[in-house]
């Protein structure tokens, strides 16, 4: 299934204003981390803990297109679902900074309003801790569906954003995974595709069939420079 045209995005400011309300701005701050959180937090938080949240699952399965494919050819990035479970990383931003964090958090997971906020309960060795989790619905426009292989292996191949491919959006997923004991067997089965047919190497490195053109790579990182990607 392909993405659906984007309708109007939802307000995120109007969002905001519902979590903050939602949270009370008081005490601190857990935000929860499944994929490019865990690589690229953007967040100056005061612990981490391992954490494994019930009823939502990671999968390579949101349409970019902008920060990991264009809106002729879009990328993908992970989207948590539900259903299942999903090990991630939950941070805690100590209440004197919440505000300042939430405000940076927001500006990059919800400039679109993409993503469904919501409070989840998330287990950690030390107990249970309520956090932030950015979600997506089934329903929306930027949910693709299961993709076949081909599909899938046409994204890797060819979709690049402003912040980079979707190629380097899985490997760097995989490896933060791994760098943190957890093992996602879709996302595994996807970097293992991924070398099968040419894309990477053994050693997970990019591989020569599947550089971006010559062209793309400088004008990403001219985008890098003046954005956060996370996506």
């Keep these: ?10 307000d995120p ?8 309300a939602q949270w009370g701005g008081r005490g601190d701050l857990w935000v929860f981390g499944y994929a490019s959180l865990i690589w690229r937090p953007e967040l100056d938080p005061d612990e981490r803990r391992p954490a494994r949240v019930q009823g ?23 989207a948590l679902l539900p ?12 209440a004197r ?16 309003g993409v993503y469904d906020p919501r409070w989840l309960p998330c287990r950690t060795a030390q107990g249970v801790v309520p956090a932030l989790a950015f979600t997506l619905s089934r329903r929306s426009p930027n949910y693709t569906g299961r993709l076949g292989d ?3 292996l046409a994204v890797l191949r060819d979709a690049r954003g402003a912040c980079g491919s979707t190629l380097d959006y899985l490997v760097q997923t995989a490896q933060a995974l791994r760098g943190h004991g957890i093992v996602d067997t879709e996302i595994e089965r996807l970097f293992a595709l991924a070398q099968r047919h040419g894309l990477l190497g053994a050693d997970g490195a990019r591989s020569a069939s599947a ?15 003046q954005s956060v990607c996370h996506a």
Excluded at 1 to 10: G, I, L, S
Aim: a positive charge.
């Design 83 to 94: 259903g299942g479970a999903c090990r991630g990383v939950a941070y805690r931003v100590a």
């Design 150 to 152: 081909e599909a899938l």
């Design 97 to 112: 900074h919440a505000a300042e964090e939430l405000e940076r958090l927001w500006a990059r997971e919800m400039a679109t």
């Design 13 to 20: 400011q109007q969002l905001l204003q519902r979590v903050r």
């Design 56 to 78: 939502y699952h990671r999968a390579l399965r949101m349409a970019s297109r902008i920060n990991r494919g264009t809106p002729e050819r879009p990328g993908l990035v992970c």
């Design 211 to 225: 550089a971006p053109a010559r062209g793309v790579a400088g004008a990403d990182r001219a985008q890098q420079r």
């Design 1 to 10: 299934m392909m993405p659906r045209p984007c309708p109007n995005p939802r």
